[in-house]
């Protein structure tokens, strides 16, 4: 079965440090890819998707993601984070040979000191 | 204003008293999925909806039922609750699956004493 790991559970940072949060997938052809964020209390937003294109992919509030396909892998990056950055994150692939079926990972906890 | 309305926010029950939780968009959208987050696990999906009266299983769909019959309509229905039905339950919705992206609800915290 196609699945998707995020290997740090629980990252702790001081405001201004960067950040790099890993995300792999299980080997599954052409896929879609996805960053969410989930603040305190609130529900998942989108942060940034890869569908084709510049591997090297834009979201909100300066985040950014680089799909390596020969890694089969989505990294998320922040040059310098912030304390309002304190959140849960999930990365998400959708794979086309399951119908397009949205896979989240585990989450990593992002704790940010001011 | 283009929304996921989930409702209640909060459910506390006992075993066994079947309960329906509601989920309502607005965007026309034909892809919806119910979701429970367990630390740890991240977020699974229980059941999903390609279109009006296409319903089908996702990863962990025991214990719960799901009707579509109306485009904008996904509720989640626990016939018998259960307390390892405990958790933090997500609906969300896309124009299509895979593609696009996700629109989440607020969250339904269901507790099952």
């Known amino acids: 079965a196609q699945s998707v790991s995020q290997h740090n559970h629980h990252v702790i940072l001081s405001e201004a440090a960067s950040l790099e949060l890993g995300c792999n997938y299980s080997?599954?052809?052409?896929?879609?890819l996805f960053w969410y964020v989930q603040y305190p209390g609130q529900h998942l937003q989108l942060l940034l998707k890869?569908?084709?294109?510049?591997?090297l992919v834009k979201g909100i509030k300066g985040f950014e993601a680089e799909f390596i396909k020969s890694k089969f892998s989505f990294n998320l990056r922040k040059p310098s984070v912030q304390w309002s950055d304190t959140a849960e994150y999930f990365c998400?692939?959708?794979?086309?040979?399951?119908?397009?079926?949205?896979?989240f990972g585990q989450g990593t906890e992002l704790s940010v000191k001011p | 204003e283009a929304q996921v309305t989930q409702n209640p926010r909060y459910l506390i029950t006992v075993t066994g008293k079947k309960l329906t939780v509601t989920c309502s968009q607005n965007m026309n959208h034909e892809y919806m999925s119910w979701y429970r987050q367990d630390p740890g696990l991240g977020l699974r999906q229980i059941y999903y909806s390609m279109n009006v009266e296409v319903t089908d299983k996702g990863d962990v769909p025991e214990g719960y039922k799901v009707s579509r019959k109306e485009k904008r309509n996904f509720p989640l229905i626990l016939e018998s609750p259960s307390p390892n039905q405990t958790s933090l339950y997500f609906c969300?919705?896309?124009?299509?699956?895979?593609?696009?992206?996700?629109?989440f609800g607020n969250g339904t915290r269901l507790t099952v004493t």
């Open positions: 080997y599954g052809g052409t896929v879609n």
């Open positions: 969300a919705s896309s124009l299509r699956t895979g593609k696009s992206p996700l629109h």
């Open positions: 998400a692939v959708s794979f086309y040979n399951q119908g397009g079926k949205l896979i």
């Open positions: 890869y569908f084709s294109g510049d591997p």
